[in-house]
């Protein structure tokens, strides 16, 4: 997450997230899954810009770019507007908790598809709390705006970490690990979107979950062959049932020269690990040309 803080108000870049490694642990007694998750920022980016608004309300418009868009057969094309965005309403929640009774003008510029496994809903939702609370000059330290994020998503607190993380629990336990380096990849979204609710209620528990720490070991290690074969993500069979998209993209990456290649959260945005940025480069052109959906090349991020 990059921020800004200018004379007229305060803008933030908001960058999706890859999973590297995701397995479910258990069901838990309030509906949602135990997982253990290697994530990383990157450099894929939503705009959140922030200012005063001199009337007390909050008042809230989306733009919303060609990469962020879907063929809209499942909605998921639609980004939620008014209340119903977690922008809006991660700015209620700091101002309820902070109380005040200051207003803001906020506009999102959406590049990050929704419904694509890529976090762009919570990475706005943390944004919108940085972008907030330095608008509002509250400054409050990241520590306490955590807990509003767990409130928001099981992702945001992630996106608050500000670079690689384990997260468990549903998500909101966050243990951050280093970025030895930068590391390159390609994401291919086709036109079609899935239902994270969905994918997670067809899933499996496995009898005997994979652990973290090999591909943990691998990454803080800069070992990019080892992490290649690693990858791993419990939901991609069950999301591969429910969207014909998937398993055309893993055979697509299978077809090419990468390092290893798998879906992200619970889809349908695909990613490949390449060797380095020019690779990430010739690869995304040779995507393009396919026709399969957006596609871009992009590198681990702080």
Same mark, same amino acid.
């Given at each position: 997450?990059?921020?800004?803080?200018?004379?007229?108000?305060?803008?933030?870049?908001?960058? &999706?997230?890859?999973?590297?490694?995701?397995?479910?642990?258990?069901?838990?007694?309030?509906?949602?899954?135990?997982?253990?998750?290697?994530?990383?920022?990157?450099?894929?980016?939503?705009?959140?810009?922030?200012?005063?608004?001199?009337?007390?309300?909050?008042?809230?418009?989306?733009?919303?770019? /060609?990469?962020?868009?879907?063929?809209?057969?499942?909605?998921?094309?639609?980004?939620?507007?008014?209340?119903?965005?977690?922008?809006?309403?991660?700015?209620?929640?700091?101002?309820?908790?902070?109380?005040?009774?200051?207003?803001?003008?906020?506009?999102?510029?959406?590049?990050?598809?929704?419904? &694509?496994?890529?976090?762009?809903?919570?990475?706005? /939702?943390? &944004?919108?709390?940085?972008?907030?609370?330095?608008?509002?000059?509250?400054?409050?330290?990241?520590?306490?705006?955590?807990?509003?994020? &767990?409130?928001?998503?099981?992702?945001?607190?992630?996106?608050?970490?500000?670079?690689?993380?384990?997260?468990?629990?549903?998500?909101?336990?966050?243990?951050?690990?280093?970025?030895?380096?930068?590391?390159?990849?390609?994401?291919?979204?086709?036109?079609?979107?899935?239902?994270?609710?969905?994918?997670?209620?067809?899933?499996?528990?496995?009898?005997?979950?994979?652990?973290?720490?090999?591909?943990?070991?691998?990454?803080?290690?800069?070992?990019?062959?080892?992490?290649?074969?690693?990858?791993?993500?419990?939901?991609?069979?069950?999301?591969?049932?429910?969207?014909?998209?998937?398993?055309?993209?893993?055979?697509?990456?299978?077809?090419?020269?990468?390092?290893?290649?798998?879906?992200?959260?619970?889809?349908?945005?695909?990613?490949?690990?390449?060797?380095?940025?020019?690779? /990430?480069?010739?690869?995304?052109?040779?995507?393009?040309?396919?026709?399969?959906?957006?596609?871009?090349?992009?590198?681990?991020?702080?």
């Amino acid at each position: 997450m990059y921020v800004y803080q200018k004379t007229e108000g305060v803008v933030v870049q908001a960058p &999706a997230k890859l999973n590297l490694f995701l397995e479910l642990l258990g069901k838990r007694p309030d509906g949602y899954h135990e997982i253990e998750t290697l994530m990383v920022p990157i450099s894929w980016y939503d705009t959140v810009l922030f200012h005063l608004d001199p009337n007390g309300g909050i008042r809230f418009r989306c733009k919303v770019l /060609a990469s962020a868009q879907n063929d809209g057969s499942d909605g998921s094309s639609c980004v939620p507007e008014g209340a119903d965005n977690l922008v809006v309403q991660a700015v209620a929640l700091l101002r309820k908790a902070a109380g005040i009774e200051a207003g803001a003008q906020i506009e999102l510029v959406k590049r990050i598809p929704p419904k &694509a496994g890529l976090g762009g809903g919570s990475s706005d /939702a943390a &944004a919108a709390l940085v972008g907030a609370n330095l608008l509002w000059k509250l400054y409050w330290p990241t520590e306490a705006l955590l807990p509003l994020a &767990a409130q928001l998503g099981s992702d945001v607190p992630f996106f608050l970490a500000g670079g690689p993380a384990i997260c468990r629990g549903r998500g909101e336990l966050v243990q951050p690990i280093r970025l030895p380096g930068n590391w390159h990849f390609v994401v291919v979204h086709p036109s079609a979107g899935l239902s994270t609710a969905e994918v997670y209620r067809h899933c499996q528990i496995p009898e005997s979950p994979r652990c973290v720490e090999p591909i943990q070991r691998a990454w803080e290690n800069g070992n990019k062959a080892a992490l290649g074969e690693l990858l791993w993500n419990r939901l991609q069979p069950t999301a591969e049932k429910l969207c014909p998209w998937i398993s055309r993209l893993r055979e697509c990456f299978a077809q090419e020269d990468v390092l290893g290649h798998q879906l992200t959260g619970s889809g349908t945005g695909y990613f490949a690990l390449c060797r380095h940025a020019r690779h /990430a480069r010739r690869l995304a052109q040779r995507l393009h040309a396919t026709g399969l959906g957006t596609v871009v090349a992009v590198h681990s991020c702080r």
